[in-house]
């Protein structure tokens, strides 16, 4: 059984970092498209930044390139997101989620895969 869990999400100010984790169980990272999304009440879901395992491609949210980073350490089956130069506007519920797949997908697709497991989802709130 494919198991999410996310952690690192918390309180922060302006311009500050934190870094998010989501350890993964019940699967390797082989063949999976890893990705984070984010949903701020009243707004849809957002595909943040989606990682081939595989492949290594990944794809970024315009709203979040050059100050997000999204990495991966397959030995402990986790992955972070790595958030710098926080603003109010990322303020959201954030979750991981993986698909399985196999192949070669543009990076601009990753995070529109049909993703089938998901984590409980971590706040981070940054005030202004």
């Known amino acids: 059984e494919v198991q999410l869990v996310e952690s690192g999400g918390g309180l922060v100010q302006a311009g500050g970092s934190l870094r998010l984790s989501c350890a993964a169980s019940?699967?390797?990272?082989?063949?999976?498209?890893i990705g984070w999304f984010r949903q701020a009440p009243g707004k849809e879901r957002e595909g943040v930044s989606c990682i081939s395992s595989s492949l290594g491609s990944t794809y970024y949210a315009d709203s979040v390139k050059g100050r997000f980073t999204m990495s991966r350490d397959n030995a402990k089956n986790t992955v972070y997101l790595q958030m710098n130069s926080l603003k109010p506007e990322d303020t959201a519920v954030y979750y991981c989620?993986?698909?399985?797949?196999?192949?070669?997908?543009?990076?601009?697709?990753?995070?529109?895969?049909?993703?089938?497991?998901w984590g409980q989802g971590t706040q981070v709130t940054v005030s202004s």
């Open positions: 019940g699967f390797t990272f082989d063949n999976y498209v």
């Open positions: 989620a993986v698909v399985h797949l196999v192949g070669w997908v543009p990076p601009g697709y990753l995070c529109r895969q049909d993703f089938g497991s």
